[in-house]
């Protein structure tokens, strides 16, 4: 996985514990580099499992939440650094349907070595879209995370369900309602 995520994740736990105690956390998880992390490298998403593993028990906050919440980071640190995906798009709708078509397709072209998932998006009615999310690593609740604040990026509101594929468990499928 690419660097970035990782310095992301440590700034939010930065942001929410304090810089001593993410020094003492990432002490304790046993890193490969000690918990240090640089935007032009690469790591193995297990050490980011392992990152927020060691703040869940520290904090007490389950594993599910914080990744949640590390999606709403990124998807604020994505706004922020590429607008350009961002300022042609009318609704969370159409950012979703644009993440395989476009958006991940643009980052591929930049890091070519990216690990990234595969989207299939369908709008079932006006007001709802089934998203499906396919990925060998297990971020299914970062996803989630990141469609939540998606809607919350274009004042929009809404349920959102997910449901992981009982035969393929590397499937999980979102299902989005907004609210009318
Ligand atoms: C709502 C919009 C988006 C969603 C739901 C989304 C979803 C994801 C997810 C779940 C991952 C983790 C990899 C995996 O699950 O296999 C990921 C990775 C990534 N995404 Fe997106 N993404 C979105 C928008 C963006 C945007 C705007 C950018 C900006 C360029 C971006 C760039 C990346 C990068 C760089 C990675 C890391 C790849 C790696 O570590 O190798 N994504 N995305």
């Not at 310095?7 to 514990?17: D, G, H, Q």
């Not at 060691?54 to 904090?59: G, I, P, Q």
């Not at 397709?105 to 009615?125: C, H, M, N």
């Not at 396919?134 to 989630?144: D, K, N, Q, T, V």
Request: net charge negative.
């Amino acid at each position: 996985m690419k660097g970035t995520i990782f310095v992301e994740l440590i700034k939010m736990a930065e942001n929410a514990f304090g810089e001593d105690t993410v020094d003492e956390v990432l002490d304790k998880a046993d890193l490969e580099n000690d918990g240090a992390y640089t935007t032009v490298g690469n790591y193995p998403c297990s050490e980011l499992v392992k990152i927020v593993v060691a703040f869940s028990e520290h904090s007490g906050t389950d594993a599910e939440t914080l990744q949640k919440m590390f999606g709403h980071w990124m998807l604020t640190h994505f706004v922020e650094h590429y607008p350009q995906f961002f300022a042609d798009k009318k609704d969370a709708f159409s950012l979703l349907d644009s993440i395989e078509s476009e958006i991940h397709v643009e980052v591929r072209k930049i890091y070519p070595e990216a690990e990234l998932p595969t989207f299939i998006t369908e709008r079932t009615t006006p007001n709802q879209m089934m998203m499906i999310y396919a990925s060998p690593r297990p971020l299914g609740a970062f996803c989630h995370g990141m469609i939540e604040a998606a809607l919350a990026h274009f004042d929009e509101k809404g349920d959102i369900t997910s449901q992981v594929n009982i035969t393929i468990p590397t499937v999980t499928n979102f299902e989005i309602t907004l609210q009318s």
